[in-house]
């Protein structure tokens, strides 16, 4: 089992940045990447982005590519997704999520449905 436990998030202007951040606790180790992804209301939850724990590699959402910048810091069981450049249609629920099974080489799942372990989100909100 692992838990998850999202924080970071909060109010802050369009263009401004907002580190998230996700602890670990359990057994994070038995996880082979680590993704966020936001649901807004009465909308399906949506890939961000996702880091492998074997050699890190990242993976983002066009939407967010070059602007969102997601870490782990395995030695403390830590995922980090910073933000920047945030815009109001990134304003909504984020939440981390652990993915226990081996996607293939280079690869992540970006199907929600494919992470065992969430968070229980934390609110972003983007004033424009």
């Known amino acids: 089992q692992v838990q998850l436990v999202e924080s970071g998030g909060g109010l802050v202007q369009a263009g401004g940045s907002l580190r998230l951040s996700c602890a670990a606790s359990g057994h994070p180790s038995s996880t082979y990447s680590m993704g966020w992804f936001r649901q807004a209301p009465g909308k399906e939850r949506e890939f961000v982005a996702a880091?492998?724990?074997?050699?890190?590699?990242?993976y983002y959402a066009a939407s967010v590519k070059g602007r969102f910048t997601i870490s782990r810091d395995n030695a403390n069981n830590m995922v980090y997704l910073q933000m920047n450049n945030l815009k109001p249609e990134d304003a909504t629920v984020y939440y981390c999520?652990?993915?226990?099974?081996?996607?293939?080489?280079?690869?992540?799942?970006?199907?929600?449905?494919?992470?065992?372990?969430w968070g229980q989100g934390t609110q972003v909100t983007v004033s424009s």
């Open positions: 999520a652990g993915d226990i099974y081996y996607r293939g080489h280079n690869d992540v799942s970006r199907c929600p449905n494919d992470y065992t372990y």
């Open positions: 880091i492998r724990r074997v050699d890190e590699s990242t």
